[in-house]
């Protein structure tokens, strides 16, 4: 059974730094990696879809890892914003199923 | 964004009565899900769809059914609402079961409240 498990569960930083959010899974027999942010009371908006085949993602100032063999996925922020806060899940794409994390809830203090 | 719609995207019942949450896409994605999301659970899969009139479980699916009779709509229905089922409920689309190449996307979602 996969587990995806992101940590830390809250991040705090101040505006301008970059950061890096986690993202492991334990079966590595994965098609793909999502990444998604979700804004309170709000739907998930897709950041950043990897395949299995590839090695990382960008889009914008976000930057998006995958290491399959590692069992990890990494994203990215450069130069943090107040509107980056939201909470930040993955999900792993495996057969017929896809498995989300219970989330990063991140703060970007002015 | 993908045209995903739930409804209705509040509502407040009582235990026993019946529920059903809609959910219609405009994007002829073959792949529809339900989902609901709970404090410390995360997301989780309650049933799948792969096509008209084609459905699964997911892994938190009993106390639930679905239907999907056309391409772009999803009914999930609770026969008999329990206060468990207090929860937010997302439906989500994706172009295979892979996921594809446009990955998941999510509707607004639908909060539920059993009194």
């Known amino acids: 059974k996969q587990e995806v498990t992101q940590i830390p569960a809250a991040l705090s930083v101040p505006e301008g730094e970059n950061l890096v959010l986690n993202c492991s899974f334990t079966?590595?027999?994965?098609?793909?990696l999502q990444w998604f942010r979700q804004d309170p009371g709000k739907g998930l908006t897709s950041l950043l879809l990897?395949?299995?085949?590839?090695r990382e993602q960008t889009s914008g100032r976000l930057n998006a890892s995958l290491d399959k063999s590692s069992g990890r996925s990494t994203l990215y922020i450069a130069a943090s914003q107040p509107g980056d806060s939201a909470t930040y899940l993955c999900?792993?794409?495996?057969?017929?199923?896809?498995?989300f994390g219970t989330g990063t809830k991140l703060q970007v203090i002015p | 964004d993908a045209g995903i719609t739930q409804s209705p995207r509040h509502k407040v019942t009582e235990t026993g009565t019946p529920v059903t949450l809609r959910c219609h896409q405009t994007?002829?994605?073959?792949?529809m899900y339900w989902y609901r999301q709970d404090p410390g659970h995360g997301l989780r899969l309650i049933h799948y769809?792969?096509?008209?009139?084609?459905?699964d479980k997911g892994e938190v699916s009993d106390g639930y059914s679905v239907s999907r009779s056309k391409t772009e709509d999803f009914l999930l229905t609770l026969e008999s609402a329990t206060s468990s089922q207090t929860s937010v409920y997302f439906c989500?689309?994706?172009?295979?079961?892979?996921?594809?190449?446009?990955?998941?996307?999510f509707g607004e979602g639908s909060r539920l409240t059993v009194l």
């Open positions: 989500a689309i994706s172009e295979s079961v892979r996921t594809g190449p446009g990955g998941l996307f």
């Open positions: 990897i395949q299995s085949s590839q």
């Open positions: 079966d590595s027999a994965i098609y793909n």
């Open positions: 769809s792969y096509g008209v009139k084609d459905t």
């Open positions: 994007e002829n994605h073959r792949y």
């Open positions: 999900a792993v794409g495996g057969y017929q199923k896809v498995t």
